[in-house]
C-alpha cells in the first residue's frame, strides 16, 4: 500500500482577509464514459506532494480558522482516458475524520496544465490551535470510472 505521510505544518500568517473563499471542487458525476476499462484495468492512484496546515485563528477569522489539506494525484505515464474522466473517493480506514474533512461521495478531478495529474484540496473550520482535535487517521483512496472503482493508494494523516 502507498503511504504518504503528511507533517504537520502551522500557516503563520498575521494578516486576515476580508473574505475567505475555497475552490474545494464539487461532486464526481461519471455522465459517459469515453474508454472501455475494464474493472481490473482502473489503476491505483500515484500520491504525491501532500500539504496541511492548521487554523490559527478563533472562529469567525476569515481563512486564519481554516485547516487545509491538498496534495497530488496522478494516473500511470500515458494512461488513457485522462484524469479529468476520473471520480477520486476516500475513506478513512483508520483513526476518525472528527471534523468530516472527506465526503461521502466520489468528487471530480480536474487536470492540472492538461496532463495526467491533478491537485484535490480539502478545507474545514479547524479554529485555533488550543481548540484543535488531533488529526490521526489512514486515508484510502481510490479512483471511480463510471460507477466502478480501482485498487486503493492510502496515506497517513498525524
Given at each position: 500500500?502507498?503511504?504518504?505521510?503528511?507533517?504537520?505544518a502551522?500557516?503563520?500568517?498575521?494578516?486576515?482577509?476580508l473574505?475567505?473563499?475555497?475552490?474545494?471542487?464539487?461532486?464526481?458525476?461519471?455522465?459517459?464514459?469515453?474508454?472501455?476499462?475494464?474493472?481490473?484495468?482502473?489503476?491505483?492512484?500515484?500520491?504525491?506532494?501532500?500539504?496541511?496546515?492548521?487554523?490559527?485563528?478563533?472562529?469567525?477569522?476569515?481563512?486564519?480558522?481554516?485547516?487545509?489539506?491538498?496534495?497530488?494525484?496522478?494516473?500511470?505515464?500515458?494512461?488513457?482516458?485522462?484524469?479529468?474522466?476520473?471520480?477520486?473517493?476516500?475513506?478513512?480506514?483508520?483513526?476518525?475524520?472528527?471534523?468530516?474533512?472527506?465526503?461521502?461521495?466520489?468528487?471530480?478531478?480536474?487536470?492540472?496544465?492538461?496532463?495526467?495529474?491533478?491537485?484535490?484540496?480539502?478545507?474545514?473550520?479547524?479554529?485555533?490551535?488550543?481548540?484543535?482535535?488531533?488529526?490521526?487517521?489512514?486515508?484510502?483512496?481510490?479512483?471511480?470510472?463510471?460507477?466502478?472503482?480501482g485498487?486503493?493508494?492510502?496515506?497517513?494523516?498525524?
Amino acid at each position: 500500500m502507498l503511504r504518504l505521510v503528511l507533517a504537520l505544518a502551522l500557516s503563520l500568517s498575521a494578516t486576515s482577509a476580508l473574505a475567505c473563499s475555497f475552490d474545494v471542487g464539487g461532486p464526481y458525476e461519471p455522465g459517459v464514459v469515453t474508454g472501455d476499462i475494464a474493472i481490473g484495468d482502473i489503476p491505483r492512484p500515484i500520491l504525491s506532494d501532500a500539504h496541511l496546515t492548521r487554523g490559527t485563528e478563533p472562529p469567525g477569522s476569515s481563512c486564519d480558522d481554516a485547516g487545509t489539506l491538498s496534495f497530488r494525484v496522478g494516473l500511470p505515464d500515458g494512461f488513457e482516458p485522462g484524469i479529468g474522466e476520473f471520480g477520486l473517493l476516500l475513506d478513512v480506514v483508520e483513526g476518525d475524520d472528527a471534523y468530516h474533512i472527506f465526503p461521502d461521495v466520489p468528487i471530480a478531478l480536474r487536470s492540472d496544465e492538461g496532463g495526467g495529474t491533478a491537485r484535490v484540496f480539502f478545507a474545514w473550520l479547524d479554529g485555533a490551535p488550543r481548540d484543535h482535535v488531533r488529526l490521526k487517521m489512514t486515508v484510502e483512496v481510490r479512483f471511480v470510472y463510471g460507477t466502478r472503482q480501482g485498487p486503493p493508494g492510502a496515506f497517513r494523516i498525524e
